[in-house]
């Protein structure tokens, strides 16, 4: 065994400086440097069988630790994933997850190896232009093309990642690099900033708005719950007295559900959305997918709506809907200065009278917010119902971590779970197979803390044939994990959307590859994988069922039967 230092071991060693207790990874060739310095370190290696599936692990353990990290003291490790793919083809099947966590704003840093430098000219096999692929899904790319330039690569693409708007960052690792002997150290990471106090101009143009409001909106995004200012929406909607929705196809929780002010998350319907955003003043908080699936035909927004945007992430403003106030700040700090600014404007009857007004939409809208996540049951039909298994869910479990990737099984959840802060996960990107990994990686991060709370992932058949081998990891590493899997055995949101952009229903249309017939053995097929498998038939099984598997140590899969 030698005794130099190399880049490998430089680079092992700045994780452990900079916090990093493990590494999600696919191991091959080219990373074997690596691989051989954490096989000497203190750093735990987890294996994943797919790469997508390591970096969807990374990115739901930084997204669940971010939270973890605002609940803790000042002291606490940056919230980081990090994950070692190999090379070219590896990259490549791990673009999936890392186009997710890109949306899920995860601070992944993402390494792979490669060939040696002086090798390339000869296009050996596995070779590729890893920084031209991952350019398009990250904050920061590079490779390390000298090992003197390694700790400084190292400092920039974890401060990258974590500072606000946080994402996943990528370093190629080349194989003669990681190899040279070094005599380099690890540079301190420092502090990192959030994303300050706005545009006073601006704010105090914000604090107008709302104060002058007929009927204000606050409309609350994922960037919101992603700078921990959950509490300081809550503080400038009862400053205020608007009425809060979450942004179309938000996927965490930016407002508790059970506030009085709460209205809804408003759905990617054009007419739904539409009316819910149809009034004179909207505030838009830490929003970034506000608007529909498909294309809509008229605007969401009328064009006299008064639009106030509040950000950390400058490429959010005005981009679907015009900006007259624009505000780019920690979306927390900016609300509380707001908050103050409209308590000292806003007189006690208008307050007063806005709460009124919010009552009374609600309650004019429950309706139809309970409808969004109710299915009829036919009365042949033995199966559960979303509904019924969302329904058992959060009376057997209400304060465990959810890791969502239920597609139409989803708003059953939204509107019938009153979710609070730091409590739910989904997937942003929309792509199938992020759900599973990303709720091993939340498991593996309840499971460092002194408290860790259970964690389901409620994931659909369809996410969950992508890598049901996700569950190998799970199982070998012992994590405690429930998988819920609403399986209606087939793709349902092709169907939804084959009827609403065809017209017609089910009976009208002859559907092409969307049912899972015959149906996979989802029970065997987690027992194969070293988790324990349970079918569900009855909506009466689930919640027996349930609490079994929450009482278990170790991995458990829930197949239950749901109808359409």
Wanted: aromatic content about 6%; overall charge negative.
């Amino acid at each position: 065994m030698s005794d130099s230092y190399t880049g490998a071991e430089l680079f092992v060693d700045t994780l452990a400086e900079y916090g990093v207790s493990r590494v999600f990874g696919n191991p091959g060739t080219t990373e074997l440097p690596v691989l051989n310095a954490i096989a000497e370190s203190d750093l735990e290696y987890v294996l994943g069988l797919h790469e997508d599936i390591a970096v969807g692990m990374a990115a739901g353990y930084a997204s669940t630790r971010r939270y973890h990290h605002y609940s803790d003291d000042a002291s606490s490790q940056p919230p980081v994933g990090v994950v070692n793919l190999h090379i070219t083809p590896g990259v490549a099947h791990g673009l999936g997850n890392l186009y997710a966590a890109q949306w899920a704003g995860a601070p992944v840093v993402l390494t792979a190896g490669n060939h040696e430098l002086d090798f390339r000219h000869e296009e050996p096999l596995l070779s590729g232009d890893l920084k031209a692929m991952v350019e398009q899904f990250t904050k920061f790319s590079a490779e390390v093309t000298d090992v003197s330039a390694l700790p400084l690569l190292l400092r920039r693409a974890f401060r990258t990642a974590l500072t606000p708007p946080t994402g996943p960052v990528f370093l190629g690792l080349p194989m003669d690099v990681m190899l040279t002997e070094t005599d380099d150290a690890p540079q301190r990471l420092g502090a990192i900033p959030n994303a300050g106090r706005g545009d006073p101009a601006q704010i105090a143009a914000a604090a107008d708005a709302l104060t002058e409001a007929d009927d204000p909106v606050l409309v609350v995004g994922d960037h919101v719950a992603r700078a921990g200012a959950v509490d300081a929406a809550v503080a400038l909607a009862e400053a205020s007295g608007a009425r809060v929705h979450g942004e179309i196809l938000a996927c965490e929780v930016n407002f508790p559900g059970d506030h009085d002010q709460w209205i809804s998350h408003i759905p990617p319907n054009e007419g739904v959305a539409s009316m819910l955003m149809d009034t004179d003043t909207i505030v838009f908080v830490g929003c970034s997918t506000n608007t529909t699936l498909l294309r809509h035909e008229t605007d969401l927004v009328e064009d006299t709506t008064t639009c106030v945007h509040i950000t950390d992430a400058p490429l959010e403003i005005g981009k679907r809907q015009p900006a007259d106030v624009a505000v780019i700040g920690d979306p927390g700090l900016v609300m509380d200065d707001l908050t103050t600014r409209v308590q000292e404007r806003l007189s006690a009857e208008t307050h007063d009278q806005r709460l009124e007004s919010v009552r009374a939409l609600k309650q004019s809208l429950s309706g139809m917010i309970e409808s969004m996540g109710e299915d009829e049951t036919p009365p042949e039909e033995t199966r559960a119902s979303k509904a019924d298994l969302v329904d058992a869910l959060s009376a057997v479990a209400p304060d465990c971590f959810l890791v969502d990737e239920g597609v139409t099984a989803k708003y059953p959840l939204l509107t019938r779970w009153p979710l609070q802060r730091r409590q739910f996960l989904s997937n942003k990107g929309g792509g199938l197979g992020y759900g599973l990994p990303a709720s091993l990686g939340a498991a593996f991060a309840e499971g460092e803390q002194a408290n860790p709370r259970d964690v389901i992932g409620y994931v659909g058949d369809g996410s969950y044939l992508y890598y049901p081998h996700a569950l190998y990891t799970a199982a070998r590493y012992d994590l405690d994990l429930t998988v819920v899997i609403p399986d209606n055995r087939n793709y349902r949101i092709l169907k939804d959307n084959t009827n609403a952009i065809f017209g017609g229903t089910d009976e009208d249309h002859t559907f092409v590859g969307m049912d899972f017939d015959p149906p996979v053995d989802i029970v065997t097929n987690a027992e194969s994988h070293g988790a324990r498998g349970h079918r569900v038939e009855t909506p009466a099984e689930i919640r027996p069922a349930l609490e079994t598997a929450l009482s278990n140590s170790g991995p458990d899969v829930l197949d239950v039967l749901v109808h359409d």
